[in-house]
């Protein structure tokens, strides 16, 4: 049951020992997709095509705050592009904000229909990364595809 529940993202297991196991069990507010974020009409935040819109597309732009999601590369406005993190060839077609990272041109082009972590570590081996920005950026990932770095959207992009 334990296994079921932890696959389930319902707990987890801080400490196994020989008095027992102990777990935390997340909050509905903890759960990925538990809660559903609403925008002040009503719609679904996950719901919204950010991809498409260029308007909605700024806002993942403003989310990265000018840098590559990926090698942390000031990006200007005309060489800057939306990445699928989770690529479309591997079913990652949802325009979602949990799937798009604003990422410089030579990032994307490198990381092509590889997953997103796959092309951090390769920024690491390169050294474009250090450690801790690999172990910053693949934290900022998690966060990512949990929905915990929401854009901030401007009431004409609802």
């Known amino acids: 049951v334990l296994r079921r529940l932890i ?3 319902l707990i987890r297991i801080l400490n196994r ?5 102990y777990v935390e069990v997340l909050l509905p507010r903890e759960i990925p997709g538990c809660v559903v974020e609403r925008i002040p009409d009503g719609r679904r935040l996950d719901g919204l ?3 498409s819109s260029n308007v909605r597309r700024s806002a993942i ?3 990265e705050a000018g840098r590559c999601f990926y090698c942390l590369r000031r990006i200007r406005s005309g060489t800057r592009v939306i990445d699928h993190v989770v690529p479309q060839a591997q079913g990652g077609n949802r325009n979602s904000y949990r799937n798009l990272a604003a990422c410089c041109g030579d990032c994307n082009m490198a990381k092509r ?3 997103a972590a796959a092309l951090l570590r390769e920024h690491f081996r ?3 990364l250090d450690a801790i920005e690999l172990q910053e950026r693949l934290k900022k990932l998690r966060l ?3 929905g ?3 854009p901030v959207l401007s009431p004409s992009a609802r």
């Open 7 to 9: 696959a389930k993202g």
């Open 17 to 21: 020992s020989y008095r027992g196991i």
């Open 49 to 51: 095509d950010f991809y």
């Open 61 to 63: 732009y403003r989310r």
């Open 113 to 115: 229909d590889r997953p």
């Open 126 to 128: 390169s050294g474009k």
């Open 144 to 146: 990512l595809q949990r």
């Open 148 to 150: 915990k770095l929401k």
